[in-house]
C-alpha cells in the first residue's frame, strides 16, 4: 500500500499513514508525506459539509452540476442557520460543548473552517463570500441555551 492510498473521510492523506521499506531483509516504517495541518478536529469539517448539504436541502437548493453554477449557494448565514438547526438535532443544548471539543467557540470558527475547505478544494466560494460574514452572528449560549425549545408536543399525547 502507498501513504497515497490511505486517505480519510475529507479526502486528505492520512497522517498516520506510513511506507513498508523492505531493506537488506528488514523492515521498517517511514512517515509519509503529512497532511495538510488543519486548525480544528477533523470532525468540525465533516459537520460543515453536512450542514452545508442539509441546509441546501432546508432551502430547497440542489448540489451544483457544474463548477460555475451557483444556483446552489449558500451565503454565510443561511449556513450559519442550517448549522444552528442541524445541530440543535444531533447535539441539542450540548452543542456548544461538542463545538469547544472540536476548537469552534464562536461563529468565526466556522467561516475559517469554510475558508481552510475552500482552500483545500473541498468548496467553492463567490467573490461575494467573505469571512467577516460569519463573525457574531449569533452566541452559542443564546442559540443552544436560551433560545432552545425542547418540543414535548409528543411526550404528551394519548
Known amino acids: 500500500?502507498?501513504?497515497?492510498?490511505?486517505?480519510?473521510?475529507?479526502?486528505?492523506?492520512?497522517?498516520?499513514?506510513?511506507?513498508?521499506?523492505?531493506t537488506a531483509g528488514t523492515m521498517?516504517?517511514?512517515?509519509?508525506?503529512?497532511?495538510?495541518?488543519?486548525?480544528?478536529?477533523h470532525q468540525a469539517y465533516l459537520f460543515i459539509?453536512?450542514?452545508l448539504s442539509a441546509t441546501q436541502?432546508?432551502?430547497?437548493?440542489?448540489?451544483?452540476?457544474?463548477?460555475?453554477?451557483?444556483s446552489a449557494h449558500i451565503s454565510g448565514n443561511?449556513?450559519?442557520?442550517?448549522?444552528?438547526?442541524?445541530?440543535?438535532?444531533?447535539?441539542?443544548m450540548l452543542a456548544p460543548v461538542v463545538f469547544a471539543s472540536w476548537g469552534v467557540h464562536d461563529?468565526?470558527?466556522?467561516?475559517r473552517i469554510v475558508f481552510e475547505l475552500v482552500e483545500l478544494g473541498e468548496l467553492r466560494r463567490t467573490e461575494?463570500?467573505?469571512?467577516?460574514?460569519?463573525?457574531?452572528?449569533?452566541?452559542?449560549?443564546?442559540?443552544?441555551q436560551h433560545d432552545y425549545l425542547i418540543d414535548t408536543s409528543r411526550a404528551f399525547c394519548s
Open 57 to 70: 436541502d432546508m432551502l430547497s437548493r440542489k448540489a451544483a452540476s457544474q463548477h460555475d453554477d451557483e
Open 28 to 41: 521498517s516504517l517511514i512517515p509519509s508525506s503529512p497532511r495538510p495541518r488543519l486548525s480544528y478536529h
Open 107 to 111: 461563529t468565526a470558527d466556522f467561516g
Open 49 to 51: 459539509k453536512e450542514a
Open 128 to 144: 461575494n463570500d467573505h469571512l467577516r460574514d460569519f463573525e457574531g452572528v449569533y452566541s452559542f449560549t443564546d442559540a443552544f
Open 1 to 22: 500500500m502507498r501513504s497515497s492510498d490511505v486517505v480519510d473521510d475529507l479526502g486528505l492523506i492520512d497522517a498516520t499513514a506510513h511506507v513498508i521499506l523492505e
Open 78 to 92: 443561511e449556513l450559519l442557520e442550517g448549522i444552528r438547526v442541524l445541530a440543535s438535532k444531533q447535539f441539542g
